[in-house]
């Protein structure tokens, strides 16, 4: 009876290592994944091409557009105020969104699909959600100085100095370079075994994270709680902001008087409205119905067309660009001469 029990036990000993080296083998035979495949838009040859051409006169249009931002402001002097200066940063922000973004998408496009190695794809989601944060502090610091503007203009000079606005700038982009890099560390260290293929056009977090086979429990603990400065806090600030516009507005009592400082705001109430939009239609309340393909055009709609139609509604708006744009057309008519 003895020798049973002890031929038992040992039987058992066996068993438990022939498990533990079985584990262990099928563990190293895991294959890491080094490259991501993303699927893009799954169109025929026949729409392919167009799309193709479509997105990138949309890519040049964005390029040119903000550029040409950029250079006006830099180069012009009655665009040398805080507001035109946070016009040319939101231009520069477009312009890193979109050459993250645009590039490899439209590669993706042609060939029906394409690969982006583990590191190329962690820094297009770094800078894509850099680019993005940013955008969300400078929309919330021009709405304060419209605020400033209109609430309280005779302060207006020695409230939003160079040096004032500067400061606001360099701690935006320091908060938007620096909040993702949390979210992008611990994504590069979750286990990505087997399926690589993201049914997306770029890296984006949310199809990321459906593919590791790690708990991205802290992930998501660690989005919940950013959410609030780079959200919340800033969506409060907007609102509260043209909250005391509309008031003063309302007590000016001129009709004429009261369209021109809403004209002065209706640009930037538009961006702010496409954009938020946009992302609170992909990240934040996405229907249980909603498709992959509808998900995918709606992020087409932040990372590909805003970068464009910016630019266009503070130009196409606005008087001192144009005047500006004349300017440097009359100067490169009388070079050539």
């Known amino acids: 009876m003895s020798m049973g029990l002890r031929y038992i036990g040992i039987e058992r000993k066996n068993n438990r290592k022939r498990n533990m080296s079985n584990k262990i083998s099928n563990e190293n035979n895991l294959t890491v994944v080094t490259e991501f495949f993303l699927v893009g838009f799954q169109v025929s040859q026949d729409l392919r091409i167009p799309l193709f051409c479509l997105l990138f006169v949309v890519f040049c249009g964005t390029i040119c557009g903000n550029l040409l931002i950029i250079l006006l402001v830099s180069s012009s002097k009655i665009l040398h105020t805080p507001m035109y200066f946070f016009i040319?940063?939101?231009?520069?922000?477009?312009?890193?969104?979109?050459?993250?973004?645009?590039?490899?998408?439209l590669h993706v496009l042609l060939n029906n699909g394409g690969t982006i190695t583990f590191i190329g794809c962690m820094t297009q989601l770094y800078f894509f959600s850099s680019s993005e944060i940013f955008?969300?502090?400078?929309?919330?610091m021009m709405s304060y100085d419209r605020y400033v503007a209109i609430c309280n203009p005779l302060r207006y000079t020695s409230i939003m100095t160079n040096a004032f606005r500067?400061?606001?700038?360099?701690?935006?982009?320091?908060?938007?370079?620096?909040?993702?890099?949390?979210?992008?560390?611990?994504t590069s260290k979750l286990n990505f075994y087997g399926p690589n293929v993201i049914d997306h056009f770029f890296c984006d977090l949310p199809p990321l994270l459906k593919l590791s086979c790690s708990d991205s429990f802290i992930i998501h603990i660690s989005d919940y709680l950013l959410s609030f400065p780079i959200v919340v806090i800033p969506i409060t600030i907007i609102v509260a902001s043209?909250?005391?516009?509309?008031?003063?507005?309302?007590?000016?009592?001129?009709?004429?008087?009261?369209q021109k400082a809403f004209?002065?705001?209706?640009?930037?109430?538009?961006?702010?409205?496409?954009?938020?939009?946009?992302?609170?239609?992909v990240y934040v309340l996405p229907t249980k119905g909603q498709s992959l393909t509808a998900n995918k055009f709606l992020s087409l709609l932040y990372t590909v067309f805003t970068p464009l139609v910016n630019p266009l509604i503070y130009s196409l708006r606005n008087k001192d660009i144009k005047k500006a744009v004349q300017a440097a057309v009359y100067k490169c008519d009388i070079w050539y001469q």
């Open 88 to 105: 040319s940063q939101l231009s520069i922000t477009d312009t890193l969104l979109t050459m993250d973004i645009v590039p490899n998408m």
């Open 135 to 140: 955008e969300c502090f400078l929309l919330t």
């Open 166 to 186: 500067l400061r606001l700038t360099a701690i935006s982009w320091l908060l938007g370079f620096s909040f993702p890099l949390s979210d992008v560390i611990t």
């Open 242 to 258: 043209y909250t005391s516009i509309v008031r003063a507005v309302l007590r000016i009592p001129s009709s004429t008087g009261r």
């Open 263 to 281: 004209s002065t705001c209706s640009s930037h109430l538009i961006v702010v409205s496409i954009f938020y939009w946009t992302l609170f239609s």
